[in-house]
């Protein structure tokens, strides 16, 4: 069994930074890939950023390319996403999610964490 909990979402002004930490415990290494996910009201989960637990590949939409980063701590089983610029189009409710495959589609996260709300206002 995997769990993953989230934390560091709140209220923030357009400009403001944040980070998200995701800790996973249980059997983290099942997961391959780590992502970060984001759900607005009336729209669709999607992802906002990937990373493998092994080597250094990362994705980014583009909606947050150049702003936002995401890292993983090993050692302390922890994924991060460090948010700069944040903008009011950010504001969503923002999921940490695993998966066992190497490059996997949105279906193929196994593992969710239970979302932290981040609002940016304007």
């Known amino acids: 069994q995997v769990q993953l909990v989230e934390s560091g979402g709140g209220l923030v002004q357009a400009g403001d930074s944040l980070r998200l930490s995701c800790t996973v415990s249980g059997r983290p290494f099942i997961t391959t890939t780590m992502a970060w996910f984001r759900q607005a009201p009336g729209k669709e989960r999607d992802v906002v950023a990937r990373?493998?637990?092994?080597?250094?590949?990362?994705y980014y939409s583009d909606s947050v390319k150049g702003r936002f980063t995401i890292s993983r701590d090993n050692a302390k089983n922890t994924v991060y996403l460090q948010m700069n610029s944040l903008k009011p189009d950010d504001t969503a409710v923002y999921y940490c999610a695993g998966s066992t495959s190497p490059a996997p589609s949105r279906d193929q996260y196994a593992y969710w964490g239970q979302g932290t709300q981040v609002t940016v206002s304007s």
């Open positions: 990373v493998s637990w092994v080597g250094f590949n990362t």
